[in-house]
C-alpha cells in the first residue's frame, strides 16, 4: 500500500498548484482521503479531506475558498487545487487515508510522501 504525493515547486504569490494524491496497492475511493501540510518549525496541520461515501469535502478555515479537494477515481488519484496561494501556505503537503474524514493525525493509516510548496516572490 503506497501514497505518493507529488507536484509540489516554487510559485509566486497569487499563483496556483495542483497537488496529485496517487494509490497503488488500494482503491482510494474506498477511503477518506485527507490532506495535511506541515511548515518548517511548526506542528503538523490538516488542510482538507474528501470521504468516501458521499464525497462531502471538508477544508481548513484558511483555505476555504482558494483550495479544493477532488477525486478521480478512474486514476486512482485525489488532487488537491491550490488558488491565490500565499507565503503562508508554504509547507510540505501530504494525504493519507482513513475510514473517516477528522481532522486528527491519528485517524489516518497510511501517510504519502510530501511534496514542498514554496510559495515566494
Known amino acids: 500500500v503506497q501514497l505518493q504525493a507529488y507536484g509540489g515547486g516554487l510559485v509566486q504569490p497569487g499563483g496556483s498548484l495542483r497537488l496529485p494524491c496517487a494509490a497503488s496497492?488500494?482503491?482510494?475511493?474506498?477511503?477518506?482521503i485527507g490532506w495535511f501540510r506541515q511548515a518548517q518549525g511548526k506542528e503538523r496541520e490538516w488542510v482538507s479531506c474528501?470521504?468516501?461515501?458521499?464525497?462531502?469535502?471538508y477544508y481548513t478555515d484558511s483555505v476555504k475558498g482558494r483550495f479544493t479537494i477532488s477525486r478521480d477515481n478512474a486514476k486512482n488519484t485525489v488532487y488537491l487545487q491550490m488558488n491565490s496561494l500565499k507565503p503562508e501556505d508554504t509547507a510540505v503537503y501530504s494525504c493519507?487515508?482513513?475510514?473517516?474524514?477528522?481532522?486528527?493525525?491519528?485517524?489516518?493509516?497510511?501517510w504519502g510522501q510530501g511534496t514542498l510548496v514554496t510559495v515566494s516572490s
Open positions: 493519507a487515508n482513513a475510514r473517516v474524514c477528522g481532522v486528527a493525525t491519528p485517524q489516518y493509516d497510511y
Open positions: 496497492g488500494f482503491t482510494l475511493d474506498h477511503y477518506a
Open positions: 474528501i470521504s468516501s461515501s458521499d464525497g462531502k469535502t
